[in-house]
């Protein structure tokens, strides 16, 4: 799973602009429309974008054609949709890994977060959590800092994207590692 949690997912298309005008006999969508998932099958982020794209599909009574295109933290797909016709049949299921995170911490993107892309819907939103096991000693957050300040060297913690030096910084782009990274900090953890 490319990541363990999706904190916002925005279906974009590049260059709104670029697309047929509303006053011209066109009808949109004419043929299937590519929607690019940046992130591998299978996960999160491709889960919601199936289920959105069924709905639109049927609303639109046009086909979706899912595309995965993962690697690099989204990067990857999201680059080929910044290049991709702006004609409107090239949309892309970008995340806040793809679009605010891989930016900020992957050198080289190919891609501009705002100028390359435009919003045009919300279509899902999911908390973090934190969970353990059922028989773990800590019932609630605070007795999970306490524990983990006492016991740190005894716990394992893993999120989507962890660090491994063969996928540095391009790993440190999903929201999951970096808010795992941010809230360890916050509650005066140390980093392993």
């Not at 670029?18 to 591998?40: R, W």
């Not at 099958?41 to 919601?48: E, I, L, N, Y």
Request: hydrophobic share 40%; proline share 8%.
């Amino acid at each position: 799973m490319r990541t363990l949690i999706t904190s916002l997912m925005t279906f974009a298309v590049f260059g709104l602009s670029g697309m047929p005008h509303p006053g011209l006999a066109q009808t949109y969508p004419a043929k299937p429309v590519t929607v690019v998932v940046p992130f591998p099958a299978g996960g999160p982020s491709d889960v919601v974008a199936r289920i959105v794209t069924e709905h639109m599909s049927r609303t639109l009574r046009q086909q979706m054609v899912i595309e995965n295109v993962g690697g690099a933290g989204g990067t990857l797909g999201s680059a080929r949709v910044a290049t991709a016709q702006p004609d409107g049949y090239t949309l892309l299921a970008g995340s806040m890994g793809s679009h605010v995170a891989a930016p900020v911490l992957t050198p080289n993107v190919k891609y501009d977060s705002e100028r390359d892309f435009e919003p045009i819907g919300l279509t899902a939103h999911s908390p973090a959590v934190i969970v353990a096991r059922k028989d773990f000693p800590a019932t609630n957050l605070n007795e999970f800092v306490s524990y983990l300040k006492q016991n740190g060297d005894k716990v394992r913690r893993h999120t989507a994207g962890s660090v491994h030096p063969l996928t540095w910084p391009a790993c440190c782009s999903t929201e999951c590692w970096t808010s795992g990274q941010l809230w360890w900090r916050i509650a005066g953890l140390l980093l392993r």
